[in-house]
């Protein structure tokens, strides 16, 4: 089995919501998942536009006002949720680093450590 880290349940995430997680510790949010339906996106939470900012101005606010994008607060980059791409911004054409995440059979929503930074 892939060794990777528990982040949460399925039902901790309800359709088109976003959240953030901390997995290394690190004092603030590392990684965040956007739900769509069925499908989960996972991103690390920085901008491509600084490549040290994060993106969210609250806690787990990664969507825009409408829930249709992933958006930047420091200077309102908009992603899509589903490939990562800036598609307005300052740093449109670049793309949120992608995590793996998977769903086991309990439920369980695991990012899978060894992709961590890696294309999915
Ligand atoms: S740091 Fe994200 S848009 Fe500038």
Redesign the pocket.
């Known amino acids: 089995m892939n060794q990777g880290v528990l982040l949460c349940k399925l039902d901790d995430l309800p359709d088109n919501s976003s959240r953030g997680f901390l997995p290394d510790a690190q004092g603030q949010d590392t990684v965040f998942i956007v739900r769509r339906g069925s499908k989960l996106y996972g991103y690390s939470d920085v901008?491509?536009?600084?490549g040290d900012?994060a993106?969210p101005w609250k806690k787990d606010v990664y969507l825009d006002a409408g829930g249709d994008y992933i958006v930047?607060a420091?200077?309102?980059?908009l992603f899509t949720p589903d490939t990562g791409e800036c598609v307005k911004?300052?740093?449109r054409g670049d793309f949120l680093t992608p995590l793996k995440i998977t769903v086991t059979a309990e439920q369980d929503v695991v990012l899978l450590c060894e992709s961590r930074g890696k294309e999915q």
Do not use: E
């Open positions: 901008c491509p536009h600084y900012t993106l930047c420091a200077h309102g980059a911004g300052p740093c």
